[in-house]
């Protein structure tokens, strides 16, 4: 890659900071100032190092999770402004390596790895932390790190990433889909060895209230590392991570760690909130998220009926979605009710089906719908796990996973002639020159 894309791509602007602690702000990380900051840093700079790393894991949310659920078939996007919502990502024409879609979602992603690389270095210059201490920030860091290198490798999908960064002038080379996921998965487990018997002696944001503590944020790490493996078809490997993360089979389904957001100075706001009835830009639940959920299940609160149905581009809805009832609602990173449709997942693919049957029906009655009296097969119960993950991880970023990961995107709807469901989006521009 050319150094300019490398600047584009990796390297963070202007990093937006949390209202608690917005002093020693960096400006751009590919300046001497950054150089200064890795052989040098303070105490207060390497916590405003690891505050801004923290928020900038929420910059562009909105255009990813937009991407991946109209694709999964969960939303249409309707916006005058940007007719590609209902064009190219619905499967018209193709894919464009170029556009905003695949683009910015990709850049934000990098910069905050970018931004957990040049944390890391600056922690093993400063001497005058604790190895606990240097512990819980590399930890930390990378945890982060896996975390936004999978936000992207579920883009690209066997397109492939880059998992190897660290030295923005000579990159690691693209990883197809299976390196990729093990190179994330073993920068889990660095990040759980650091965590393990680490001090965090930085601020985190309450968006990881309960997990604050070294014990709490290895459970966080957990709990990722059980999506990997599912994501690996390590269903032992799985259960084993379920273990030491925060699962609960009967615990409440939304605990668990969030972006958090604010109308603070110097903050963000949620832009995956949109108003109900909204006039012009809109965000609409597919209909058959209606037409195919269970009589009297309660999640079909998170498609709420319009007063009247929009319609653009031959596509029509009269459902908004409501997951996000305000502009600082927090948006889940990963919760409870996954990691109880996780086990349930290990367990059917293990064959321990009773135990399965168990964790789906903690959801099926959780939510107001009776107990699972279908098919007792291995088929059956896959399919009806997919079921529950689609309603509940609703317009999350799991449900076109979800159905690549079975082979079943030719099983997701397609109400208007001559669109079809893409399994991938291109590498953009700037990483394949």
């Known amino acids: 890659m050319k150094p300019s894309n490398i600047i584009f791509l990796l390297l963070l602007s202007a990093a937006a900071i949390l209202p608690a602690c917005q002093k020693g702000e960096i400006t751009n990380l590919n300046t001497p100032v950054a150089d200064d900051l890795i ?49 190219e990502l619905m499967g018209q024409g193709e894919l464009n390596n170029n556009t905003f879609y695949i683009t910015n979602p990709w850049a934000s992603r990098y910069r905050a790895v970018r931004q957990a690389n040049i944390l890391i270095e600056a922690v093993g210059n400063a001497a005058y932390l604790t190895a606990e201490q240097k512990k819980g920030y590399t930890g930390f860091a990378k945890t982060i790190m896996a975390h936004q290198l999978l936000m992207n490798l579920t883009m690209t ?52 209230a309960g997990f604050k503590t070294a014990d709490g944020l290895v459970k966080f790490n957990r709990a990722l590392a059980a999506r990997v493996a599912v994501y690996r078809q390590q269903w032992a490997g799985a259960l084993t991570a379920l273990n030491e993360s925060f699962f609960d089979l009967n615990g ?78 927090p948006v889940a990173i990963i919760r409870n009710e996954e990691l109880v449709l996780i086990y349930a997942e290990a367990k059917i693919n293990l064959n321990q089906i009773p135990d399965a049957i168990v964790a789906l029906n903690r959801i099926r009655t959780s939510h107001n719908v009776p107990v699972y009296v279908g098919a007792i097969t291995q088929a059956a119960l896959i399919t009806e796990m997919l079921h529950q993950r689609r309603y509940s991880l609703f317009a999350e970023g799991h449900r076109w996973v979800d159905m690549r990961r079975y082979n079943r995107l030719n099983q997701l709807p397609n109400p208007r002639a001559g669109d079809k469901v893409w399994d991938k989006f291109p590498v953009p521009l700037t990483e394949a020159n």
């Open 39 to 87: 052989k040098g840093a303070t105490k207060e700079q390497l916590d405003n190092l690891a505050v801004a790393l923290e928020s900038s894991t929420r910059f562009t949310l909105n255009t990813y999770y937009d991407a991946v659920s109209i694709l999964g078939r969960e939303i249409y996007r309707f916006s005058g402004s940007e007719p590609r919502y209902t064009t």
């Open 252 to 329: 409440p389904h939304g605990r668990g760690i969030y972006h958090i957001f604010s109308g603070g100075s110097g903050d963000l706001l949620n832009n995956l909130f949109l108003q109900q009835n909204n006039p012009g830009e809109n965000r609409l639940a597919y209909p058959t998220y209606a037409t195919d959920i269970a009589p009297g299940d309660d999640r079909i609160g998170k498609a709420t009926v319009r007063a009247a149905p929009v319609t653009t581009d031959n596509l029509t809805s009269n459902r908004d979605v409501w997951i996000y009832t305000s502009n600082t609602a």
């Open 157 to 208: 999908y066997t397109n492939g990433i880059r998992t190897d960064v660290k030295n923005a002038a000579q990159l690691g080379p693209i990883k197809p889909y299976p390196e990729a996921l093990t190179d994330i998965a073993a920068i889990l487990d660095e990040g759980k060895a650091d965590l393990t018997g680490s001090n965090i002696s930085f601020p985190i944001s309450d968006g990881f």
